[in-house]
């Protein structure tokens, strides 16, 4: 059964869907820098519960106007005075939608761009792969604000970082940009143009994959994370068995059986 995603509903994105099967969601609150208010939350949820199901082939994540996005909205937060269970129950929204990105099995692409920052790089770290351009900047403000992550990023920019350069990012407030932060694992590809101009042609290549091995690669990967290795060498042999022999595949092996198939060369 194939959803359908009404993109009218959605006010806080902007999502536009091509003939290709990749779809661009952005987050479309310029003037305030693209901060997550409570709303733009829910709409990342709806999005994301429905791509796998919605013939969604890859996704590019991106932000409007000069920042990718200044993360939690501070104002919102500081008007609605939230008792602790609000904000729990907020943040549980937040890793609602930020799980169904990572461990939706529909491929992610984050176009990086300005401010990548706190609950921004939290947003920014749910991504599968993450471009950016010369503009893009990371850092955890929480601590000079008087707030602690709430994202996820005690778990996924530790991931990607380590949990010294973690601890130092929140205690000091330090940015990293440039090819440093392609370096320690912030971004995957740095481009010298648009981020978001290389993110869809990485998009449209992943696209291109048969959707079950990327549903394999974009949730599998990560929660054999979470596994023991015993449990999960057991259960890639599981998603081996499945995705490695599914009908679509065999035309694929045909054509490299046949010499008809790119073969694997270095870039030149
Ligand atoms: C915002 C926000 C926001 C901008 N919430 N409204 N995040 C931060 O600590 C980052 C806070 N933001 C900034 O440091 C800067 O705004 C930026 C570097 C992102 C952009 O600077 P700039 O000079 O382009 O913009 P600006 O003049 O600071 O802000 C323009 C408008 O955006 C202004 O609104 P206006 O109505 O007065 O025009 C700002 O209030 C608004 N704006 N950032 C709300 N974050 C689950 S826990 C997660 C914890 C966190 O994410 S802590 C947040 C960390």
């Known amino acids: ?16 869907a091509h003939d290709d099967g990749v779809w661009v969601v952005t987050l479309n609150r310029p003037t305030k820098r693209n901060a997550l208010n409570a709303d733009t939350v829910e709409e990342l949820v709806e999005f994301f519960a429905a791509a796998p199901r919605a013939g969604v082939r890859a996704v590019v994540l991106a932000g409007s106007g000069d920042h990718f996005c200044a993360g939690l909205d501070l104002v919102e937060h500081h008007s609605e005075d939230r008792s602790p269970a609000e904000f729990m129950h907020l943040c549980l929204r937040w890793h609602e939608a930020f799980n169904k990105m990572e461990y939706g099995g529909v491929p992610v692409i984050a176009a990086l761009h300005g401010a990548v920052v706190g609950g921004g790089l939290e947003l920014a770290s749910s991504a599968h792969v993450r471009v ?3 503009t893009a900047y990371f850092a955890l403000p929480e ?4 707030l602690f992550t709430g994202g996820g990023a005690t778990i996924r920019v ?3 970082v380590g949990k010294a350069r973690m601890i130092d990012m929140m205690l000091t407030g330090r940015v990293y940009q440039g090819q440093e932060a392609v370096d320690l694992g912030l971004a995957q590809y740095i481009v010298e143009g648009s981020s978001f101009d290389a993110a869809m042609e990485l998009a449209r290549k992943a696209a291109q994959n048969l959707p079950l091995s990327n549903f394999a690669i974009c949730s599998a990967v990560s929660h054999m994370q979470n596994m023991s290795a015993l449990d999960a060498a057991y259960a ?6 499945v995705v ?4 679509d595949a065999r035309a694929r092996l045909a ?4 010499k008809s198939a790119a073969r694997v060369r270095p870039n030149s």
Do not use: C, H, W, Y
């Open 143 to 146: 601590g000079q604000r008087g």
């Open 236 to 241: 890639e042999s599981v998603v081996a068995g």
């Open 255 to 258: 054509a490299f059986a046949d």
């Open 158 to 160: 530790t991931d990607l």
């Open 1 to 16: 059964m194939t959803l359908q995603i009404d993109t009218s509903r959605f006010k806080n994105l902007a999502i536009e």
């Open 244 to 247: 490695n022999t599914q009908p």
């Open 132 to 134: 950016m351009d010369q």
